[in-house]
């Protein structure tokens, strides 16, 4: 085994501890929460090595990234997952070679996601990415849009809604990380009540390494790991 392949295998197993345990506290199983590693701080070299150590759920920010690392690792059965913003001229590559789209953030990139994905007759799995925290700066519906996105999407055939994404604030720290997930969860629910057919929000894809406890107490089905696979022991 390679340095890295040390380090990653030994950063894994403290990560699935800390999720192990969160999830004990909050009573839920473990197995129910999937962990996505975010490989965009490293090269191909090591983005092979974190799907040698087992992990087959790998996520990139940037669209060209995942295509060329998709490109350069096929054969590896990894599933790709993106979770940085979709410019519509990058859709049709990117439905191509992606297993979930986690950062679906306006109407129009639905539309062409839709619209890209029946050329190819595929129907493509995504998440909403949710605007959690008002920031303008920031992507994402807002919390008071979805509604009527939910009326759009009832319309589209090759589009399939698997659930919500957000990311905390930067400031505030843990504490806020958690409300925020929490009115994310909220909004989930009430969005459950009455959803259209092509749409299921079963999946939060919640939390990152500074705050996957936070969001594994908040019902995160996923939670998308970068620094803390990598940081040397
Ligand atoms: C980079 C990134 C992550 C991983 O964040 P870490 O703090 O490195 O764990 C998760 N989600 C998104 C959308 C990211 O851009």
């Known amino acids: 085994m390679t340095e890295d392949q040390q380090t990653i ?3 894994i197993a403290r990560i699935r501890e800390r999720m192990a345990e969160a999830a004990h506290r909050a009573g839920r199983s473990p197995e129910n929460i999937s962990l996505i590693a975010v490989t965009k701080y490293v090269d ?3 983005t092979r090595s974190v799907a040698l150590a ?3 759920d790998l996520g990139e920010s940037r669209p060209q990234m995942l295509w060329e690392k998709s490109t350069m690792l096929e054969g590896e059965s990894i599933r790709w997952h993106l ?4 410019q519509r001229n990058k859709v049709a590559r990117t439905v191509a070679s992606t297993h979930l789209i986690h950062s679906v953030d306006s109407v129009r990139l639905l539309k062409e996601i ?21 920031d303008k700066e920031k992507h994402g519906f807002l919390p008071a849009m979805i509604g009527e996105a939910m009326d759009f999407i009832s319309q589209l055939s090759h589009v399939r809604v698997h659930g919500l994404m957000a990311m905390a604030s930067r400031e505030g720290g843990r504490k806020v990380a958690q409300q925020e997930f929490a009115a994310v969860r ?6 459950s009540e009455d959803q259209p057919e092509n749409v299921s929000l079963d ?6 390494s500074g705050d996957m406890e936070e969001a594994i107490l908040e019902g995160a089905t996923m939670v998308r790991i970068g620094r803390a696979l990598f940081e040397k022991l």
């Not at 979770?83 to 979709?86: C, F, N």
């Not at 994905?117 to 949710?130: A, C, F, Y």
């Not at 909220?186 to 969005?191: K, P, S």
């Open 186 to 191: 909220n909004l989930r629910d009430r969005l």
């Open 9 to 11: 295998t030994h950063n």
């Open 44 to 46: 191909i070299a090591q």
């Open 83 to 86: 979770v940085g913003h979709l």
């Open 54 to 56: 087992g992990l087959r």
């Open 203 to 208: 999946e939060l894809s919640l939390g990152m």
């Open 114 to 134: 839709n619209r890209e994905s029946k050329k190819i007759q595929r129907v493509t799995d995504i998440l909403l990415e949710i605007n959690v925290s008002n």
